[in-house]
């Protein structure tokens, strides 16, 4: 059973647009969301994070928001960018990770 | 953040040879590093997961007598392909956990590209 669910699998964004991810995971005891950005033939690198006892959280045009009760949660990228074209994982923590499956998100300038 | 070092970053290598890849925390100790797959295009495949000083846990359909994994100390975990072949192709890719402060951040390794020939 896939414990965090992501969508969509790949995404083309205008520069200056809103760039929208979304995961659901199923595991009520995760405390803990992070979003990591992957460049081609690199390592994922933190982005942001958030627990669940707050519902957003905001890092530059980075936002995270967070839904509890519906155990969704998502990545905002406000004014996307070219140099933000990469792969986003989502990934749910509780002993152990968890990643989504991926989406890459190309911003056309 | 913390960094994470992995050394090499690529090679090739000849069909069975054994290859070993280093995972370094290089400024915090991680008592657990973990070892992922990625093929392309694909999502993180955990691999193992490795406490210092005690064996590696495999995940199921992890051939642990291929995929030797030692964690020597704090800082190091070192991952060994044994006679490899084509098929072992793949990015690998470690990371650790900092757990100072009480917070769960996993930190990546740039990631090793292995190429069996």
Not at chain 2, 12 to 21: F, N, Q, R, Y
Request: glycine content about 8%; aromatic content about 12%.
């Amino acid at each position: 059973q896939q414990q965090v669910k992501q969508s969509p699998q790949s995404l083309i964004v205008q520069k200056g647009g809103i760039s929208i991810i979304n995961c659901a995971y199923e595991n009520t005891a995760f405390d803990y969301f992070p979003w990591y950005q992957q460049f081609p033939g690199k390592g994922p690198a933190l982005l942001i994070a958030i627990r669940p006892d707050v519902s957003e959280k905001k890092e530059g045009r980075f936002t995270i928001s967070f839904n509890k009760s519906a155990k969704q949660f998502s990545l905002h990228i406000m004014d996307s960018q070219p140099g933000d074209s990469a792969t986003y994982f989502c990934a749910a923590s509780g002993n152990q990770f968890y990643f989504g499956t991926g989406t890459s998100l190309t911003v056309i300038p | 953040g913390a960094v994470v070092s992995q050394h090499p970053s690529w090679v090739i290598c000849k069909s069975g040879t054994s290859v070993k890849i280093e995972c370094r925390s290089l400024d915090f100790q991680a008592t657990t590093m973990f070892w992922y797959r990625q093929f392309p295009k694909q999502s993180l495949m955990l691999m193992a997961t490795s406490n210092e000083g005690s064996k590696a846990t495999y995940e199921q359909g992890v051939e642990k007598d291929k995929f030797l994994i030692n964690h020597a100390s704090l800082t190091l975990s070192t991952l060994t392909v044994t006679s490899a072949h084509p098929e072992d192709s793949s990015f690998y890719i470690c990371s650790a956990n900092d757990r100072s402060g009480g917070t769960y951040e996993q930190y990546f390794g740039p990631g090793t590209r292995l190429t069996v020939t």
